[in-house]
């Protein structure tokens, strides 16, 4: 009988006889990552005028740069690598995904562009640095996420191949992040060029000791469509993209591409270019690029950090100042609350008793006329009574 006084009706399992019903725990998970929802972090490299935020806002369809500015050729000169994230919340068909765009404005503008990638380097640090202190802390039930996850690099199309820049920038951070190169603005090229410029960047890449996110393999348990989508896409890097945000008619059909005299560029056509190939790359494999930034960069830089003694560094940040923001500190528990207090109290004892030993250190040490009398006499320390130890 239920609480409210009805009968209640015998129960009835939706299973058949012999099935235990394990089966069905993909679908729980399912039903919670769907609930809580998805993060993505994306960085975007490459020289000005590449169209990396076109192709950011056709990939996703979407706008995350509304208000815009475009500095003036005056502007660049004096103008200097800077970091631009941009967060939007994307939900298609129910699933939520809280998308991080990085852009880096101002790479390779300069005439010296030596240590242009150092704010590149110093954020995707300090991404891994923040989320090892929350993961070092109390509260760790809702830690963001911040890790940089992939990396598109462009790559000029007019330049023959890689560039002394492109080069010593993914040297320095293929260690640190999943680099994807890509060849922009594609349609400036024809297919034997595409094919001769892939051909070279890839040989470029093996002789410099770059390694660029590779596809995993195909379990043996996958379907021939499956092996044959990843065989494609193993064989498209770099990628050659166009990015267009507009959409055109052509043959009573609308697509979205870019109108030229000779003919109409379609961005979802693969015989065009390879947009629709690194977009299904992204989100295909978008739990595996974050596994290989948890399980291989950031264990990394977690153990770099250990092994040269910084793990000292951050629990000494954590006492001298407060990791969290106020907001944070609000939503302590009771119990994190007691811990904090108890902390506090056992710190302030060993205090006092490190100061006891001080002073019978220091009584010990001065001439006693009665020895014998010191040993069966209490001491007065400080306020607490201590027998001879």
């Given at each position: 009988?239920?609480?409210?006084?009805?009968?209640?009706?015998?129960?009835?399992?939706?299973?058949?006889?012999?099935?235990?019903?394990?089966?069905?725990?993909?679908?729980?998970?399912?039903?919670?990552?769907?609930?809580?929802?998805?993060?993505?972090?994306?960085?975007?490299?490459?020289?000005?005028?590449?169209?990396?935020?076109?192709?950011?806002?056709?990939?996703?369809?979407?706008?995350?740069?509304?208000?815009?500015?475009?500095?003036?050729?005056?502007?660049?000169?004096?103008?200097?690598?800077?970091?631009?994230?941009?967060?939007?919340?994307?939900?298609?068909?129910?699933?939520?995904?809280?998308?991080?765009?990085?852009?880096?404005?101002?790479?390779?503008?300069?005439?010296?562009?030596?240590?242009?990638?150092?704010?590149?380097?110093?954020?995707?640090?300090?991404?891994?640095?923040?989320?090892?202190?929350?993961?070092?802390?109390?509260?760790?039930?809702?830690?963001?996420?911040?890790?940089?996850?992939?990396?598109?690099?462009?790559?000029?199309?007019?330049?023959?191949?890689?560039?002394?820049?492109?080069?010593?920038?993914?040297?320095?951070?293929?260690?640190?992040?999943?680099?994807?190169?890509?060849?922009?603005?594609?349609?400036?090229?024809?297919?034997?060029?595409?094919?001769?410029?892939?051909?070279?960047?890839?040989?470029?890449?093996?002789?410099?000791?770059?390694?660029?996110?590779?596809?995993?393999?195909?379990?043996?348990?996958?379907?021939?469509?499956?092996?044959?989508?990843?065989?494609?896409?193993?064989y498209a890097v770099p990628f050659a993209v166009v990015g267009a945000n507009t959409v055109i008619e052509v043959k009573?059909?609308?697509?979205?591409?870019?109108?030229?005299?000779?003919?109409?560029?379609?961005?979802?056509?693969?015989?065009?270019?390879?947009?629709?190939?690194?977009?299904?790359?992204?989100?295909?494999?978008?739990?595996?690029?974050?596994?290989?930034?948890?399980?291989?960069?950031?264990?990394?830089?977690?153990?770099?950090?250990?092994?040269?003694?910084?793990?000292?560094?951050?629990?000494?940040?954590?006492?001298?100042?407060?990791?969290?923001?106020?907001?944070?500190?609000?939503?302590?528990?009771?119990?994190e609350k007691q811990l904090l207090a108890k902390e506090a109290e056992l710190k302030r004892m060993q205090d006092m008793?490190?100061?006891?030993?001080?002073?019978?250190?220091?009584k010990q040490g001065s001439p006693n006329p009665t020895p014998n009398a010191q040993r069966n006499v209490p001491q007065?320390?400080?306020?607490?009574?201590?027998?001879?130890?």
């Amino acid at each position: 009988m239920y609480p409210d006084g009805k009968d209640d009706q015998q129960f009835v399992n939706p299973e058949q006889p012999g099935y235990v019903g394990f089966a069905n725990l993909p679908n729980q998970v399912h039903r919670k990552s769907v609930k809580k929802g998805f993060e993505f972090t994306l960085m975007v490299v490459g020289e000005a005028g590449l169209g990396k935020s076109t192709l950011v806002n056709s990939l996703f369809l979407t706008d995350l740069y509304p208000e815009r500015h475009i500095p003036s050729a005056t502007e660049k000169i004096s103008q200097t690598v800077k970091i631009d994230a941009s967060t939007v919340e994307i939900e298609e068909r129910g699933v939520k995904l809280r998308l991080t765009v990085v852009d880096t404005p101002g790479f390779g503008d300069s005439l010296n562009s030596d240590n242009c990638f150092k704010p590149i380097i110093q954020y995707i640090d300090e991404q891994f640095e923040r989320f090892l202190q929350d993961e070092s802390g109390l509260n760790r039930r809702h830690i963001i996420d911040n890790r940089v996850h992939c990396c598109f690099y462009f790559i000029n199309p007019s330049g023959h191949g890689l560039r002394p820049l492109d080069i010593s920038f993914m040297k320095t951070v293929h260690n640190k992040v999943n680099i994807v190169p890509c060849i922009a603005k594609a349609d400036t090229l024809t297919k034997n060029e595409i094919i001769n410029l892939k051909r070279k960047v890839l040989d470029q890449i093996d002789d410099n000791g770059i390694n660029v996110y590779s596809l995993p393999d195909c379990d043996s348990d996958e379907d021939d469509d499956y092996r044959e989508q990843c065989k494609q896409l193993k064989y498209a890097v770099p990628f050659a993209v166009v990015g267009a945000n507009t959409v055109i008619e052509v043959k009573g059909r609308k697509v979205r591409g870019r109108m030229y005299p000779w003919g109409v560029v379609e961005v979802e056509n693969p015989e065009h270019c390879d947009f629709i190939k690194l977009r299904t790359m992204l989100i295909t494999h978008m739990q595996d690029l974050q596994e290989v930034t948890q399980e291989v960069h950031y264990e990394n830089f977690r153990a770099e950090k250990l092994s040269d003694g910084s793990g000292t560094t951050i629990s000494a940040k954590r006492s001298s100042k407060p990791r969290r923001p106020e907001s944070q500190d609000k939503e302590l528990s009771e119990r994190e609350k007691q811990l904090l207090a108890k902390e506090a109290e056992l710190k302030r004892m060993q205090d006092m008793l490190s100061k006891m030993q001080a002073e019978m250190t220091q009584k010990q040490g001065s001439p006693n006329p009665t020895p014998n009398a010191q040993r069966n006499v209490p001491q007065q320390n400080g306020g607490v009574k201590s027998h001879n130890v």
